[in-house]
């Protein structure tokens, strides 16, 4: 997922970047705004329109922000108080800026997923034993109470309104690698996880209710294949037997069972294209992609270090394996390797016929290089777009919407622009004062609002 964990460290103040061109104003006048004000700055339009001419922000808002989500409407904002005091999380109204609902939250506190309807936050916390005592908790979206809460469990993602969590119901068994095999700092080498029992349930969004429950004993695993994050489109289990079960993930029943050519112990595993399953076996062997039907390996990936970068599901029916010196795209019968995007590890967004890749070219802090690789013409470059920095965050990575990103236009000002995935070019979307440093955005349905040193932009999403 990706992962939308936010780890927040308040042991000091929290202060801007250096501002290019000199900052210290700029640092003086926020320690003086201080940093339990919110400051809504900018006005709507006159007359109640929300969109006005020019590309100003509808409203920004300074308070030390550290990130935001957005959904339904609503944008999440975590941000600190003083120096060394838990930081808060507020929802803002994304049209206006009003201040919805607020609620403390504590440094090992995190939101792990936003719906329209929910967001669930993930408190990771050990006791003195070094035995796990975190829990996740849902909160309404519109008003900010909790509704419900479950000790012991890891969020693991969801399935439509299921939320499928990880429960530590064994609290004296270690979940850890088994370091008998090897060196655990050996890149080349894929260790086996020490025998545990694993839990894992189902719960319904909105009340907590579990749903179903599947147990695997010590040597079975599960695996899981991510949609979008955070939702998940496949639940499977196998074990040292070599039988894979498939699991429906809104009611955990089986909905089919296969047996692999696959006697070996198991470091991982996760769901392949349709028919398929991927197995990286203990050791140096590298990853083994088997057809679910006759159970036979169809072949194996022992590409560069570390081994556990193996073959994910890409472009509807190929894999991908992103490694560091680039991306090379396989055939999911064969593993040849169909092309490569030499120089390019990170990917932007998969629209099933193109991926879009970005990486550092001639900037030294931000992405600044976005290709789109196009299958029908074996990896030609369909588009490439330089210039524009890639923001981060958590929003609809591709489709009507695409992606967002930003270019200076001076030292401190920028502008902000939507990146449409079909033909690389940029619809600018906004202009900023002082906008540098780690960019985050994210969106809702007609507002896009991006984080940039501790400062919130929002704009109109046309």
Same mark, same amino acid.
């Given at each position: 997922?990706?992962?939308?964990i936010?780890?927040?460290?308040?042991?000091?103040?929290?202060e801007p970047?250096e501002?290019?061109g000199?900052?210290?104003?700029?640092r003086?006048g926020v320690?003086r705004?201080?940093l339990?004000v919110v400051?809504?700055?900018g006005v709507?339009?006159?007359? !109640?329109?929300?969109w006005r001419?020019?590309?100003e922000?509808?409203?920004t808002?300074?308070?030390?922000?550290?990130?935001?989500d957005?959904a339904g409407?609503?944008?999440?904002?975590?941000?600190?108080?003083?120096?060394g005091?838990?930081?808060?999380?507020?929802a803002l109204?994304?049209?206006?800026?009003?201040?919805?609902?607020?609620?403390? !939250?504590?440094a090992?506190?995190s939101f792990?997923?936003l719906?329209?309807r929910?967001g669930?936050?993930q408190r990771?916390?050990?006791?003195?034993?070094g035995r796990?005592?975190g829990?996740?908790?849902?909160?309404?979206?519109?008003t900010?109470e909790?509704l419900w809460?479950r000790e012991?469990?890891t969020?693991?993602?969801m399935?439509?309104?299921v939320?499928?969590?990880s429960?530590h /119901?064994?609290p004296?068994e270690?979940?850890?690698?088994?370091?008998?095999?090897?060196d655990?700092?050996?890149?080349g080498?894929a260790?086996?996880p020490?025998?545990?029992?694993?839990?894992?349930?189902?719960l319904?969004?909105?009340? !907590?209710?579990v749903?179903?429950s599947?147990?695997l004993a010590?040597g079975?695993?599960?695996g899981?294949?991510?949609a979008q994050?955070?939702?998940l489109?496949?639940f499977t289990? $196998?074990g040292a037997?070599?039988?894979?079960?498939?699991?429906?993930?809104?009611?955990?029943a089986?909905?089919g069972r296969y047996?692999?050519?696959f006697s070996a112990?198991?470091?991982?595993h996760?769901?392949g294209?349709a028919?398929?399953e991927?197995?990286?076996?203990a050791?140096?062997?590298?990853?083994?992609?088997?057809? $679910? /039907?006759?159970g036979?390996?169809?072949?194996r990936?022992?590409g560069?270090?570390?081994a556990?970068?193996?073959?994910v599901p890409c472009l509807?029916?190929?894999?991908?394996?992103f490694?560091?010196?680039?991306t090379?795209?396989?055939?999911?019968?064969t593993?040849v390797?169909l092309?490569r995007a030499?120089?390019?590890?990170?990917?932007?967004g998969?629209?099933?016929?193109?991926?879009?890749m970005?990486?550092?070219?001639?900037?030294?802090?931000h992405?600044?290089?976005?290709?789109?690789f196009?299958?029908?013409?074996?990896?030609?470059?369909a588009?490439?777009?330089?210039g524009?920095?890639?923001?981060?965050g958590?929003y609809e990575?591709v489709?009507?919407?695409?992606m967002?990103?930003?270019?200076p236009?001076s030292?401190?000002?920028a502008?902000?622009?939507?990146?449409?995935p079909d033909?690389?070019?940029?619809h600018?979307?906004?202009? /900023?004062?002082?906008?540098?440093?780690?960019?985050?955005?994210?969106?809702t349905?007609?507002?896009?609002?991006?984080?940039a040193i501790g400062v919130?932009?929002?704009?109109? $999403?046309?």
């Amino acid at each position: 997922m990706p992962d939308a964990i936010i780890e927040l460290d308040v042991s000091v103040p929290w202060e801007p970047p250096e501002r290019p061109g000199g900052g210290g104003a700029r640092r003086a006048g926020v320690r003086r705004l201080g940093l339990v004000v919110v400051v809504l700055v900018g006005v709507l339009l006159a007359g !109640g329109s929300d969109w006005r001419p020019g590309l100003e922000p509808l409203w920004t808002a300074e308070f030390q922000v550290l990130a935001i989500d957005a959904a339904g409407g609503r944008l999440i904002v975590h941000r600190y108080q003083r120096a060394g005091a838990d930081p808060v999380t507020e929802a803002l109204d994304a049209r206006s800026g009003a201040v919805l609902w607020r609620r403390p !939250g504590v440094a090992n506190e995190s939101f792990a997923a936003l719906t329209d309807r929910v967001g669930l936050v993930q408190r990771e916390q050990s006791d003195e034993h070094g035995r796990y005592t975190g829990r996740t908790f849902a909160l309404d979206a519109r008003t900010g109470e909790e509704l419900w809460h479950r000790e012991l469990v890891t969020f693991a993602g969801m399935a439509g309104d299921v939320v499928v969590v990880s429960e530590h /119901a064994w609290p004296d068994e270690v979940d850890e690698f088994d370091d008998s095999y090897g060196d655990p700092q050996d890149p080349g080498l894929a260790l086996p996880p020490r025998g545990h029992h694993e839990r894992y349930l189902g719960l319904d969004q909105l009340s !907590g209710e579990v749903l179903w429950s599947v147990e695997l004993a010590p040597g079975t695993l599960a695996g899981f294949g991510l949609a979008q994050y955070p939702y998940l489109s496949a639940f499977t289990e $196998l074990g040292a037997d070599g039988v894979v079960r498939v699991r429906d993930l809104r009611t955990g029943a089986v909905s089919g069972r296969y047996q692999l050519d696959f006697s070996a112990v198991l470091s991982r595993h996760s769901p392949g294209v349709a028919g398929q399953e991927v197995v990286l076996p203990a050791g140096r062997g590298g990853a083994e992609v088997f057809d $679910l /039907a006759s159970g036979k390996r169809l072949w194996r990936w022992a590409g560069e270090s570390p081994a556990w970068n193996v073959p994910v599901p890409c472009l509807r029916v190929h894999y991908c394996v992103f490694g560091e010196s680039g991306t090379e795209v396989l055939d999911a019968a064969t593993g040849v390797v169909l092309w490569r995007a030499r120089g390019y590890s990170a990917v932007l967004g998969d629209t099933g016929d193109r991926l879009l890749m970005y990486r550092q070219l001639s900037d030294e802090y931000h992405p600044d290089d976005v290709t789109a690789f196009a299958v029908a013409g074996g990896g030609a470059v369909a588009w490439n777009r330089q210039g524009w920095y890639v923001a981060g965050g958590y929003y609809e990575a591709v489709g009507a919407r695409g992606m967002f990103v930003w270019r200076p236009i001076s030292n401190t000002d920028a502008i902000v622009g939507r990146l449409d995935p079909d033909d690389g070019s940029v619809h600018v979307l906004g202009r /900023a004062h002082d906008f540098y440093g780690s960019v985050q955005c994210t969106a809702t349905a007609d507002r896009v609002a991006c984080l940039a040193i501790g400062v919130l932009f929002v704009w109109p $999403l046309r």
